[in-house]
């Protein structure tokens, strides 16, 4: 069964500084995809950025970017020139075959 | 925003009242999923379908139903509402690898 860790319940971090968020899975397929999800205060989930993984490049979506380990099953999330915006929680997720695995979030506050 | 929508936002029930959770999306979407949340924990996926007249239990153990009879629509229904059902449910639905949220529906029974 394919689990996802990240071990960060909190963090915050100063406006315009950037971030890193982890995380960490566990499975034995080869080919997958893992996602990192913004859930703001007003609760509706978004997207905000997808890796596939047979692809050695990171991906870079404006100021979010990943890196991506496959071999050490790490995926984190590095948030550049965070913005009050920014504040949610965030959370990893694996997706194979039909359905997601989600991780426990990270609450991420941006502060003034 | 992707067009996912579900109702009511916000539900305060008596316990032993059945309780029916409605979740709609207008990109004929195959797939649709419900999970739980509890306040700033993990998702919780109870039941997904991959189409009309499919639905499966999710990981979660949960005493709701759903139904697809129609692709647009996914609704969730607690027969008997009990305290322990306090909690969000987030609806979703997919195509390909991508999932789309709605809302939330965040119940509590008392």
């Known amino acids: 069964a394919q689990t996802v860790t990240q071990s960060q319940p909190e963090m915050s971090v100063q406006e315009a500084e950037t971030v890193t968020l982890s995380c960490t899975y566990d499975?034995?397929?080869?080919?997958?995809?893992l996602f990192w999800y913004k859930q703001p205060p007003s609760r509706q989930m978004i997207l905000v950025i997808r890796?596939?993984?047979?692809?050695?490049q990171n991906a870079t979506e404006n100021r979010f970017s990943v890196n991506f380990q496959k071999a050490a099953k790490s995926f984190s999330l590095k948030i550049s020139d965070s913005q009050l915006g920014d504040t949610a929680m965030y959370f990893c997720?694996?997706?194979?075959?039909?359905?997601?695995?989600f991780g426990p979030g990270t609450r991420l506050s941006v502060l003034p | 925003e992707a067009d996912i929508y579900q109702t009511p936002r916000y539900l305060v029930i008596g316990t032993g009242k059945k309780i029916t959770l409605e979740c709609s999306q207008t990109?004929?979407?195959?797939?649709m999923y419900w999970y739980q949340q509890d306040p700033g924990m993990e998702l919780h996926l109870i039941h997904y379908?991959?189409?009309?007249?499919?639905?499966e239990k999710g990981d979660l153990s949960s005493e709701s139903t759903v139904s697809r009879i129609r692709t647009e629509h996914f609704p969730l229904t607690l027969e008997s509402a009990r305290p322990s059902h306090t909690s969000q449910y987030l609806c979703?639905?997919?195509?390909?690898?991508?999932?789309?949220f709605g809302q939330g529906t965040r119940l509590t029974v008392v």
């Open positions: 979703a639905s997919g195509h390909g690898v991508n999932s789309f």
């Open positions: 990109m004929g979407h195959d797939k």
């Open positions: 890796q596939e993984a047979y692809k050695q």
């Open positions: 997720a694996f997706f194979y075959g039909q359905n997601f695995v």
């Open positions: 499975t034995s397929e080869n080919n997958y995809y």
């Open positions: 379908s991959y189409g009309v007249n499919s639905t």
